[in-house]
């Protein structure tokens, strides 16, 4: 990987081929990566719109399969508390929380879950972007370079407010990122940032930018089971019970 600053805008870049997985639903008229068209509207009224949704067509996707299980799921995660009182009751019974999760939900018990098509519906796809340039969206370089450009949005601008819910912010700063000139006389492909439920090395999410649906890359489908290990292991992180 080659991570060096960009002489015109002062972000960290990186410049290597990426491969990343994504839960996908395919739909006719968005192909298998199923990009949602975003119109070009003032940042207050993004509240509905993905983290780092741009005017235009953004996908988002994970290094790690079991990452893009966790962040597909992590919509329905459950409170802090709700969370700790099933590890506790997992661990009382003495079984995985996915067996928890699935006998409370067939005793009728009210539980943070998808429905029970979910899973039937969605493939995960494994996407190769062989020549891009990214910008590292946790990097001291880039959170100086938003700093400095007066777009923030936010009154003190760290990397919580980068990486946080407020989607005015978030937005307005990944649709200034994608409009942004490099040294190179191109544009970013996207942006490399940390998971909300953790990062580790060679474990990032990233948020693309495209043109047009499914192009730029060469994604590879691959259907997944219910006991598919890296989806156990993402109920595990996220308590959302998927039948």
Same mark, same amino acid.
């Given at each position: 990987m080659i991570t060096r600053t960009c002489a015109v805008t002062g972000m960290a870049l990186l410049?290597?081929?990426?491969?990343?997985?994504?839960v996908s639903?395919?739909?006719l008229d968005r192909g298998p990566l199923n990009p949602r068209p975003r119109p070009d509207t003032p940042a207050m009224f993004r509240t509905e719109w993905n983290r780092f949704d741009t005017p235009g067509l953004t996908i988002y996707g994970a290094e790690k399969r079991v990452t893009a299980f966790v962040e597909s799921l992590a919509?329905?995660?459950?409170?802090?508390?709700?969370?700790?009182?099933l590890h506790e009751e997992a661990k009382f019974l003495g079984v995985e929380l996915h067996v928890l999760l699935?006998?409370?939900?067939?005793a009728g018990v009210p539980v943070e879950g998808v429905d029970a098509d979910w899973r039937s519906e969605r493939a995960m796809y494994e996407l190769q972007y062989w020549t891009a340039t990214w910008v590292d969206l946790?990097?001291?370089?880039?959170? @100086?370079?938003?700093? *400095? %450009?007066g777009i923030s949005g936010a009154p003190k601008m760290t990397i919580s407010d980068?990486?946080?819910?407020?989607?005015?912010? @978030?937005?307005?700063? *990944? %649709?200034?990122?994608?409009?942004q000139k490099l040294d190179?006389?191109?544009?970013?492909?996207g942006l490399r940032y940390p998971s909300k439920f953790g990062v580790s090395e060679g474990n990032h999410c990233w948020a693309v930018f495209m043109d047009r649906p499914n192009t730029g890359c060469s994604p590879i489908k691959k259907n997944f089971a219910a006991d598919d290990p890296d989806l156990l292991q993402a109920i595990r992180i996220t308590g959302v019970s998927v039948p």
């Amino acid at each position: 990987m080659i991570t060096r600053t960009c002489a015109v805008t002062g972000m960290a870049l990186l410049e290597r081929p990426v491969t990343m997985y994504r839960v996908s639903q395919a739909r006719l008229d968005r192909g298998p990566l199923n990009p949602r068209p975003r119109p070009d509207t003032p940042a207050m009224f993004r509240t509905e719109w993905n983290r780092f949704d741009t005017p235009g067509l953004t996908i988002y996707g994970a290094e790690k399969r079991v990452t893009a299980f966790v962040e597909s799921l992590a919509y329905k995660a459950p409170s802090a508390n709700d969370f700790a009182g099933l590890h506790e009751e997992a661990k009382f019974l003495g079984v995985e929380l996915h067996v928890l999760l699935q006998e409370l939900r067939d005793a009728g018990v009210p539980v943070e879950g998808v429905d029970a098509d979910w899973r039937s519906e969605r493939a995960m796809y494994e996407l190769q972007y062989w020549t891009a340039t990214w910008v590292d969206l946790a990097n001291m370089d880039t959170l @100086t370079a938003i700093r *400095a %450009s007066g777009i923030s949005g936010a009154p003190k601008m760290t990397i919580s407010d980068l990486t946080g819910d407020d989607r005015e912010v @978030t937005t307005r700063i *990944a %649709s200034w990122i994608r409009d942004q000139k490099l040294d190179t006389g191109g544009s970013t492909q996207g942006l490399r940032y940390p998971s909300k439920f953790g990062v580790s090395e060679g474990n990032h999410c990233w948020a693309v930018f495209m043109d047009r649906p499914n192009t730029g890359c060469s994604p590879i489908k691959k259907n997944f089971a219910a006991d598919d290990p890296d989806l156990l292991q993402a109920i595990r992180i996220t308590g959302v019970s998927v039948p």
